[in-house]
């Protein structure tokens, strides 16, 4: 089997590889076409696309799209991939996309590394990276298509939009323009400004069709928020004194298709608790409701028999209203006891998100825990089902959840822990390594649960001996085990109950990977120098902020100065991705540093080969492939990036009315005129 350097794998006798290879390879190649799609109904996208690696007999498998197109319906439904082939076609190119892209990330092995964009400031919202350049009096909000890799960018000349939203605030100079949210080609923005009383405006305009939706002045701002699809927009506020005095959240719609405010009130959120958004609650749009969640409590007490549930909501966008709430229930909220140990809120995450495989929707929540009788703290990153039972009212939906505890304050033991299903707990880092992992040197930290894998951002930097910074990408992933060959072994007893977060069930342990890979101490690595170099642009600059996603990696770095232009640095792990001028930075691939698989060299010998293949090509062929196979897997990934590397002319602006001057136009991308973009792979 092909292995790559740096990347330890099972050592299984020869002799027994090549008796399993033959006869596993002639049993499948006799099976007809009807049989195999069967088969591929109860593997996982990955294994479907190694499954064709195998042997030239199945290449159909990821190249005829009549194969693909129910493979990647059922598999991926919930992709960008699967959405662009149901729109063009190229179903067996999504799946190869999907696969190439899932891998690349889980063994940090990214195929761009570029700077897409000098800005003072940005945001970054499902692959479209919308930033604002400010050489006052002049100011731009710039748009770029990241998944597309487009060579245009949307521009909108931002003093000329006041101009046409706000003409009272036309001959101010001092402002703030910031965008808030962008989706389905919205854009929110919020503009503040000072004559002499301070004003807030929330903007809602439509670049490409040169339309301001609307232009509301706004009593609050405090941690406002807009969340919008293509038919109606909420925005929210915590700006609400509720009657026990405590600032609560308030939402109000609007319709897109009428582009008016929705006539009921404003939905008051009474019972929603916390404050930090992505940290104690998140808010998102999916399908025709809006959703609400909290890890938090309306109530505290000190009771350490106490359990702590999520409290999550949804209502129709079309009728937000109280009668129409829908709670989930305490048995399905279910998110820890409060015997468990105290939390390390620092590190904590959540967020809601629909399933790639599935569709349907859970929640997201990362935890840096002190469990009982467990030396140390780890990171463990926790999936819940959102379910919603019919005829569950506001009030049974309400449930007090546990307060935080000190470090080393256990409370008693309580047994009756629900049961957690392994594929819905992921042990992270523990304490083994938590001087390696440094908060305030980790600037981006996320979970990708469609391939099982956990990624930092991470700044190397000794916190004793400060220096330059040195950033690297850390993934961690598992995954489960093979199928054993003798009828005696059983690849895992998952019997007993996981009433403890750090228990793996059947996946085997974490396999760590570090990017850029450490330089060969007998030689230099000229291209690992220079790809040193882009991800920390110069010695003098320091991370500033990081975002991302399931398919790039996005920060800024500055020089830290007040004001300072900022270089924003893309990472993508999309097989796709072909931006207009980037070099060939050769095939580096993530550096497997560390695993937790067990060392017992006689259970290991157990497990049949995994066909696992290299991010970057050759493709993973196992030994036995033939010259011309070895050649074609080889071309894979060339194809799939040479296939998105037209550069569509962007579509015509209409004219503004009144023959007034145009506040958004498409011009040529910054990053034409950046030339540091390198694409990894053959």
Excluded at 318 to 329: A, G, Q, S, V
Excluded at 569 to 584: I, N, R, T
Aim: hydrophobic letters at 35%.
């Amino acid at each position: 089997m092909a292995r790559e350097a740096g990347h330890p794998s099972t050592e299984v006798p020869t002799d027994l590889l090549d008796f399993w290879r033959a006869l596993s390879l002639a049993r499948l190649q006799r099976l007809p076409y009807e049989l195999v799609a069967y088969i591929v109904e109860s593997l996982d996208i990955e294994d479907v696309f190694n499954w064709s690696l195998c042997s030239k007999h199945f290449e159909y498998i990821i190249r005829e799209d009549r194969f693909c197109k129910p493979v990647v319906a059922a598999k991926v439904p919930g992709t960008l991939e699967a959405q662009q082939a149901l729109e063009i076609g190229g179903f067996s190119r999504a799946l190869r996309r999907v696969a190439k892209r899932r891998s690349a990330l889980s063994q940090a092995s990214p195929y761009f590394l570029g700077i897409v964009a000098c800005a003072d400031s940005y945001e970054f919202f499902e692959g479209k990276l919308c930033y604002i350049i400010e050489a006052r009096p002049q100011r731009w909000l710039r748009i770029l298509d990241t998944n597309k890799s487009t060579s245009w960018e949307l521009v909108v000349d931002i003093p000329m939009l006041i101009r046409a939203a706000v003409p009272q605030a036309s001959d101010c100079r001092k402002y703030k323009f910031k965008v808030l949210y962008q989706a389905a080609g919205i854009v929110s923005c919020l503009f503040s400004f000072a004559t002499p009383d301070t004003e807030n405006w929330l903007l809602i305009i439509n670049p490409q069709t040169h339309q301001i939706l609307s232009k509301s002045r706004l009593d609050s701002i405090a941690r406002i928020f807009v969340r919008n699809n293509d038919r109606f927009l909420y925005y929210g506020t915590h700006s609400w004194e509720g009657a026990d005095g405590l600032r609560k959240w308030v939402l109000k719609g609007f319709d897109l298709n009428t582009l008016s405010w929705l006539t009921q009130p404003r939905m008051y959120l009474a019972n929603l608790a916390g404050s930090d958004i992505g940290s104690t609650v998140c808010f998102e749009i999916f399908g025709d409701y809006f959703y609400g969640l909290s890890n938090q409590s309306l109530f505290e007490a000190d009771d350490p028999e106490w359990a702590s549930h999520y409290y999550c909501f949804r209502f129709p966008l079309n009728e937000p209203r109280l009668d129409k709430f829908e709670i989930m229930i305490k048995e399905d909220s279910w998110r820890r006891n409060h015997s468990e140990g105290p939390i390390d809120d620092r590190w904590g995450f959540l967020s809601l998100e629909i399933d790639e495989t599935s569709g349907n929707m859970v929640i997201l929540e990362c935890r840096k825990e002190w469990l009982r009788n467990q030396r140390g703290s780890k990171r463990t990153y926790y999936t819940t089902d959102v379910v919603f039972r019919e005829g569950v009212t506001e009030d049974q939906g309400i449930v007090r959840t546990a307060t935080r505890r000190r470090v080393g304050d256990y409370p008693q033991w309580n047994p009756q822990i629900p049961f957690r299903r392994p594929e819905y707990v992921h042990a992270g880092d523990d304490s083994s390594v938590a001087s390696l992992l440094v908060r305030s040197k980790t600037h981006f930290c996320a979970y990708i649960r469609s391939c099982q894998t956990f990624i930092d951002l991470i700044d190397e930097t000794s916190t004793e001996t400060p220096g330059p910074q040195q950033l690297r990408l850390r993934t961690g992933y598992r995954r489960l085990p093979g199928t054993p060959l003798g009828p005696d072994k059983s690849v895992s007893d998952t019997s007993s109950a996981l009433s403890e977060p750090q228990a793996q069930g059947p996946y085997q342990g974490n396999r760590i990977f570090i990017w850029p890979p450490n330089n060969d101490s007998l030689k230099t690595d000229s291209t690992l120098d220079t790809v040193r170099r882009l991800l920390n642009v110069n010695d003098d600059q320091i991370c500033t902020t990081a975002t991302g996603d399931e398919r790039s990696v996005i920060y800024a770095t500055c020089d830290g100065s007040k004001g300072g232009v900022k270089a924003l640095v893309l990472v993508s792990f999309d097989p796709a991705v072909h931006f207009k001028g980037m070099e060939h930075g050769g095939n580096i691939l993530g550096q497997r540093v560390s695993d937790e698989e067990p060392s017992d060299a006689n259970n290991r010998s157990c497990s049949p080969p995994m066909l696992q293949f290299s991010p970057k090509g050759p493709l993973g062929a196992v030994d036995t492939a033939s010259c011309s196979r070895a050649e074609r897997s080889k071309n894979l990934s060339s194809i799939d990036a040479t296939a998105s590397s037209i550069h569509h002319f962007p579509p015509p602006l209409p004219r503004p009315p009144g023959g007034e001057d145009s506040w958004a136009t498409y011009t040529p991308a910054m990053h034409l005129e950046i030339p540091r973009k390198l694409y990894f792979g053959q």
